[in-house]
């Protein structure tokens, strides 16, 4: 069975910096990329960062592009979501996610639909 769990969210004022991360299980020893949405309230969910399983390659939303960086270590068994000058417009669930092994492919998975397994999400709330 796959579970995601989400943990590092909060309340940060303007311009401080969170780093999310993803707990796996379920997983260990498949080929999977990760992605990171999120959806604030009244929204869609909208992706915000991909990333492949050999980290060779990455995807950030023009929204975050150059203020988070996303990361994975798999021999530590560890993903992770660094978000820095965080702004208002941030706030949001976040919620982590990935394909399903059984489908692997080494192109960034940009659609919602790529992802089979997700996260309960974590609020991150940026304060003005």
């Known amino acids: 069975q796959v579970q995601l769990v989400e943990s590092g969210g909060g309340l940060v004022q303007a311009g401080g910096s969170l780093r999310l991360s993803c707990a796996a299980s379920?997983?260990?020893?498949?080929?999977?990329?990760i992605g990171w949405f999120r959806q604030a309230r009244g929204k869609e969910r909208e992706l915000v960062a991909t990333?492949?399983?050999?980290?060779?390659?990455?995807y950030y939303s023009d929204s975050v592009k150059d203020r988070f960086t996303i990361s994975r270590d798999n021999a530590k068994n560890t993903r992770h979501l660094l978000m820095n000058a965080l702004k208002p417009e941030d706030t949001a669930i976040y919620y982590c996610?990935?394909?399903?092994?059984?489908?692997?492919?080494?192109?960034?998975?940009?659609?919602?639909?790529?992802?089979?397994?997700w996260g309960q999400g974590t609020q991150v709330t940026v304060a003005s």
């Open positions: 379920g997983l260990a020893f498949k080929p999977y990329a």
């Open positions: 996610a990935a394909t399903d092994p059984t489908y692997y492919s080494s192109s960034l998975m940009l659609a919602e639909s790529d992802y089979t397994y």
């Open positions: 990333i492949t399983w050999y980290a060779d390659s990455t």
